[in-house]
Structures are given as C-alpha cells and as structure tokens.
C-alpha cells in the first residue's frame, strides 16, 4: 500500500491550492479516503473524508465552505481544493486509507 501526496506549496492569504494523493497496492475504489493535517505544536485532525463511491464527503467546520474533497477511481487519486486560504491552514496535510498514512505535504499560507 502506499499513498503519495503531492501539490502542496507557499500561498498567500485568500489563494488556493489543490493537493492530489495517488494511491496504489489496493483497491482504491473499494474504500473511503480522508485527508488530514497536522500544524506545528498541534495535533493531527481530521480536515475531510470521502465515500468510496464519493456520493458522500464531510468536512471539519474550520474548512467547510472553503475546502473541496473529491476522488477519480480511474485514476486512484484523491483531491484536496483549498480555496480562500487563511495562515492557520499551514499545516502538513496527510493522505489517508484505513492503515495507511502518506508521508504529508507542507501547506504554508503566508504573504
């Protein structure tokens, strides 16, 4: 099993990004997907998580509205959007699957 994250970066405040996580060794489409993150001092939280189907999404109150979760099963990759950043969204966003973490990707929100 392994998942790669990737798309993270330095934004200015009010920019986007979207992370992309590219997963192999399972059957992707058979499970839910989740992104995480982890900010410096902080403990990790749960930012969203989608259905293995993505019929089904939900989100942390401090992203709803401003991040989007999505996946293409053709592709076994999942989707972060992250729109209208703010700089307590700097974190390292971690992939996720039932047992398995990515290594993370470093968002800084900055000017």
């Known amino acids: 099993v392994q998942l790669v994250e990737s798309g993270g970066g330095l934004v200015q405040p009010g920019g986007s990004l979207r992370l992309s996580c590219a997963a192999s060794?399972?059957?992707?489409?058979?499970?839910?997907m989740s992104w995480y993150r982890q900010a410096p001092g902080k403990e990790r939280e749960l930012v969203a998580v989608i259905s293995s189907a993505g019929g089904s999404t939900n989100y942390a109150d401090s992203v709803k509205g401003r991040f989007t979760i999505s996946r293409d099963n053709a592709k076994n990759t999942v989707y972060l959007q992250m729109n209208s950043l703010k700089p307590e969204d700097t974190a390292v966003y971690y992939c996720?699957?039932?047992?398995?973490w990515g290594q993370g990707t470093q968002v800084t929100v900055s000017s």
């Open positions: 060794g399972f059957t992707f489409s058979s499970y839910a």
């Open positions: 996720k699957t039932p047992g398995k």
